[in-house]
């Protein structure tokens, strides 16, 4: 079973009747309401819990942690950003969805401004599948198609990705690698593009698909943790034993 925490900033919704007219209860629960698997438990926390729903515990306890968010980048606390980024160097997967290119939290672990172009234009967006061999891209066609989408164009400012899934063409001409993973400790990364809080992207079956692949795909290894720091050595030195003077 793969332990799940969506987090979701949780502000458009409450404010602008256009976003919670599409998700009512947050973009956070039709998340996991559609990521419901039997090998995945799911549960959701939001910037305005205390600790933004982020407590040790909570996160001790997540083996992939989705993360959307938006308007409220800053108001993320830095002493949460550290602890989120010290999970990852442990093994913790992360998931970055749409916007949440620019939090904290994924500039800090890629080391980039993580800029973009952007276009709100209603205009159709084709995901194609790059790297069908990826298990991130399992039971997917060999693209997918959004009619409506906010356009992310080149440059994006980011590491050259570890692999590239997926790179989307929008109807007004730009391009955008949309699906990019990352390794940063023991942690892995997958950075997707689709998901403007404007559009029902979350509910589309293809886009859950991918994310619930990136799921298995982020979940820790349980591969043994490294050991670092002062060493003894393990046979002998100039032909003294171990901690012999």
């Not at 989705?66 to 002493?79: C, F, L, P, R, Y």
């Not at 276009?119 to 891209?137: D, L």
């Amino acid at each position: 079973m793969v332990k799940v925490t969506v987090w979701n900033e949780f502000l458009h919704e409450k404010i602008h009747d256009e976003v919670k007219t599409v998700y009512p209860d947050g973009i956070h629960e039709a998340l996991a309401k559609g990521l419901a698997a039997s090998d995945i438990e799911l549960a959701t926390a939001t910037l305005e819990e205390p600790e933004h729903g982020l407590t040790e515990e909570r996160l001790n306890n997540t083996d992939v942690l989705i993360w959307w968010g938006h308007m409220g980048h800053d108001k993320v606390e830095d002493a949460i950003v550290d602890r989120v980024q010290q999970r990852v160097l442990e093994g913790m997967g992360l998931i970055v969805l749409h916007s949440g290119h620019f939090s904290k939290i994924f500039k800090k672990l890629m080391g980039t401004g993580c800029d973009l172009k952007w276009r709100e234009a209603n205009e159709k967006e084709r995901i194609w599948v790059v790297n069908p061999a990826h298990p991130i891209a399992a039971g997917l066609p060999e693209y997918i198609t959004l009619d409506h989408e906010e356009m992310y164009g080149e440059h994006f400012d980011i590491p050259a990705p570890d692999e590239l899934i997926f790179v989307s063409w929008f109807e007004g001409g730009e391009v955008f690698r949309s699906g990019c993973t990352f390794s940063r400790g023991q942690g892995k990364i997958f950075y997707f593009r689709p998901g403007h809080e404007t559009f029902p992207t979350y509910y589309n079956p293809q886009i859950l698909q991918v994310i619930q692949n990136g799921i298995r795909w982020a979940a820790p290894s349980r591969a043994a943790a490294p050991v670092r720091g002062n060493h003894q050595p393990l046979e002998p030195i100039g032909g003294k034993t171990p901690n012999q003077g």
